[in-house]
């Protein structure tokens, strides 16, 4: 079984390829994206619930830490949540300018994003959580987001 951060840092990837088919398809066609597109944020909404409902109360509960690192990171979600919406519905519009205009920004916080994650927030879970980790990544790995 992988580490907590191991398995994280994986899922981002997996998610940034998602990402870049759909920016490349983008190049067509907005409307031949849209299958990329929501499977992106199907993707990165699963991303997002395996932290904010597994790892981060795990981790607050370890260090009593909920006012530091999660919670940077859950108003990060949130800006991209609504990014989100507007990605979908700059292809819904067929508004190539909005599209690409969201896409990167998105990209941008994103790519600051998993860093700050991958290098700070996943070696500290990693660190407090390494005991749980097993657990932790079993929870992650079947949790279903309606």
Request: net charge negative.
């Given at each position: 079984?992988?580490?907590?951060?191991?398995?994280?840092?994986?899922?981002?990837?997996?998610?940034?390829?998602?990402?870049?088919?759909?920016?490349?398809?983008?190049?067509?066609?907005?409307?031949?994206?849209?299958?990329?597109?929501?499977?992106?944020?199907?993707?990165?909404?699963?991303?997002?619930?395996?932290?904010?409902?597994?790892?981060?109360?795990?981790?607050?509960?370890?260090?009593?830490?909920?006012?530091?690192?999660?919670?940077?990171?859950?108003?990060?979600?949130?800006?991209m949540r609504s990014?989100?919406?507007?990605?979908?519905?700059?292809?819904?519009?067929?508004?190539?300018?909005?599209?690409?205009?969201?896409?990167?920004?998105?990209?941008?916080?994103?790519?600051?994003?998993?860093?700050?994650?991958?290098q700070m927030l996943?070696?500290?879970?990693?660190?407090?959580l390494s005991a749980?980790?097993?657990?932790?990544?079993?929870?992650?790995?079947?949790?279903?987001?309606?």
């Open positions: 079984m992988s580490t907590i951060q191991e398995y994280l840092t994986n899922d981002h990837r997996k998610c940034d390829e998602i990402f870049a088919k759909m920016e490349e398809q983008a190049g067509s066609s907005l409307e031949s994206t849209r299958t990329f597109a929501e499977e992106f944020v199907a993707d990165m909404e699963h991303h997002f619930q395996m932290e904010e409902r597994v790892m981060f109360p795990e981790f607050e509960q370890k260090t009593g830490m909920t006012q530091g690192p999660t919670e940077m990171m859950r108003q990060e979600h949130t800006q990014l989100f919406s507007q990605l979908l519905n700059a292809i819904n519009e067929n508004n190539n300018d909005r599209f690409f205009g969201t896409s990167e920004t998105l990209m941008i916080l994103l790519q600051q994003h998993n860093m700050k994650e991958e996943y070696a500290m879970a990693q660190q407090h749980e980790s097993d657990r932790i990544v079993a929870m992650m790995d079947s949790l279903i987001v309606e």
